[in-house]
Nanobody, 125 residues
């Protein structure tokens, strides 16, 4: 059983940056594909980014491509989401997720086994 705890959210002006962290415990972190999703109230949870277990391969949604970067440090059991050039439409609760797999990456919510409780990101115009 993996426990995930997100941190780093907050209020930022449009054009600003934030770095989200996802600390994992209770499992062998280096064996898990990690993902970031976001959700606005009343909307579906949306895929943002994913990274392979080794960290060698990443994929981000078109809506954040060129602005967001996913990374991980397997020695620290932590995944990151670096968010630059933030826009008001990036406002959401951001969740990290994990799945034990040797496949490269996953982009669908139902693929993931474990979820954090989320961290709020608010971008003001």
């Amino acid at each position: 059983q993996v426990q995930l705890v997100e941190s780093g959210g907050g209020l930022v002006q449009a054009g600003g940056s934030l770095r989200l962290s996802c600390a994992a415990s209770g499992g062998t972190f280096r064996l898990y594909v990690m993902g970031w999703f976001r959700q606005d109230p009343g909307k579906e949870r949306e895929f943002v980014a994913t990274i392979s277990a080794s960290g060698g391969t990443t994929y981000v949604a078109d809506s954040v491509k060129g602005r967001f970067t996913i990374s991980r440090d397997n020695a620290k059991n932590t995944a990151y989401l670096e968010m630059n050039s933030l826009k008001p439409e990036d406002t959401a609760v951001y969740y990290c997720a994990a799945k034990a797999s040797f496949r490269t990456m996953f982009t669908t919510r139902d693929d993931y086994q474990f979820w954090g409780r989320g961290t709020q990101v608010t971008v003001s115009s």
